[in-house]
């Protein structure tokens, strides 16, 4: 199959050549913030809302870019427009921006940031059949990292939290997506989206202190009301999330997930439940494409 081809550092170059010494601070200590997107039949959806959390993200960690919103923007739909040969192969694409402080000696110092734009496949095998079985959430030991400490609306690839959460609840259950609580038990987010449950006829989603601030999250929160749907932002207990009629997870790869069980004990009595399929279908109706057939297609590839 073709070589993908990549952005890095002002080049559009074949993506084995976009290379980064083992001295860069970005993998020596995450000094990096990224964004992800997916594209929709091609095109990069809800762009300008990932741009605009890239650039909190970059504003909060003192990154300068050196480039508009409008510059990167065509930056990143040029990546794509290089890449569509791969398009009818990989159905759609996974496309990430990462951008680092770049090389310096002092964090003071201005340095050019190291900024790369990537196209990677969809991971539709690891979630084309959860779309009718539900997802399984495990709670960790691992807490979310504290707002106090990183914020986690930073989008930053400093994960190594998120990963120790995904190592224990995958030694739970090999398929499972771990939830974290924050420092006071609060439920925040799974390691790469955002929860909903459902009490009371009412979609209940944690507040945005401990989390990262989904796109899909707002897409979904968007699509609820043009569906009646009354959405809450609160805290919310593991309690909660026990005793919910239903339960979902959002995120740019799959839009929307019913969850089935909760540490192994069942969520609502149908998955997915009444308000996980409506917006399924309104979620599909949106991209103009349906979500769970173009994953099933493409979950062997
Ligand atoms: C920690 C975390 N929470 C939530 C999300 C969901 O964000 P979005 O809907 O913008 O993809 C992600 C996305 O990767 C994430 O990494």
């Known amino acids: 199959m073709e070589e993908r081809t990549y952005y890095f550092n002002g080049r559009y170059v074949p993506a084995s050549e976009a290379v980064i010494p083992v001295s860069h601070p970005g993998y020596r200590r995450a000094d990096t913030v990224f964004d992800t997107e997916r594209t929709v039949n091609g095109e990069v959806f809800r762009l300008e809302a990932h741009l605009e959390r890239l650039f909190r993200s970059l504003k909060a960690v003192r990154i300068d870019l050196g480039l508009s919103i409008v510059e990167f923007a065509e930056v990143i739909r040029e990546v794509v427009r290089r890449n569509e040969p791969l398009l009818d192969a990989y159905g759609?694409?996974?496309?990430t921006q990462l951008v680092s402080r770049g090389p310096h000696r002092n964090v003071l110092e201005p340095s050019p940031p190291t900024v790369t734009v990537?196209?990677?496949?969809?991971?539709?095998?690891?979630?084309?059949?959860?779309?009718?079985?539900?997802?399984?959430?495990?709670?960790?030991?691992?807490?979310?990292?504290a707002p106090e400490a990183l914020d986690p609306k930073i989008k930053t690839t400093d994960r190594l939290n998120l990963v120790m959460a995904e190592i224990e609840a995958k030694q739970v259950d090999p398929e499972a997506y771990p939830?974290?609580?924050?420092d006071q038990g609060n439920l925040t987010e799974i390691v790469s989206g955002n929860l909903f449950l459902v009490s009371e006829g009412v979609a209940r989603t944690p507040g945005?202190?401990?989390?990262?601030?989904?796109?899909?999250?707002?897409?979904?929160?968007?699509?609820?009301?043009?569906?009646?749907?009354?959405?809450?932002?609160?805290?919310?207990?593991?309690?909660?999330?026990?005793?919910?009629?239903?339960?979902?997870?959002?995120?740019?790869?799959?839009?929307?997930?019913p969850v089935a069980r909760f540490n192994g004990a069942p969520v609502g009595r149908n998955v997915p439940g009444p308000f996980t399929r409506r917006l399924t279908v309104a979620w599909s109706d949106l991209l103009g494409l349906d979500i769970v057939a173009q994953a099933q297609r493409y979950a062997d590839h």
């Open 92 to 95: 759609d694409f996974w496309v």
């Open 118 to 145: 990537v196209v990677d496949p969809l991971p539709f095998w690891r979630f084309a059949h959860l779309y009718e079985q539900g997802a399984h959430l495990v709670t960790p030991s691992t807490r979310r990292t």
């Open 179 to 182: 939830l974290l609580l924050d």
């Open 208 to 257: 945005s202190r401990s989390i990262l601030q989904g796109v899909t999250r707002q897409t979904t929160i968007d699509l609820a009301h043009s569906l009646d749907i009354s959405v809450v932002e609160q805290d919310l207990q593991p309690y909660d999330l026990y005793v919910a009629e239903e339960a979902f997870v959002t995120t740019t790869s799959f839009c929307v997930l």
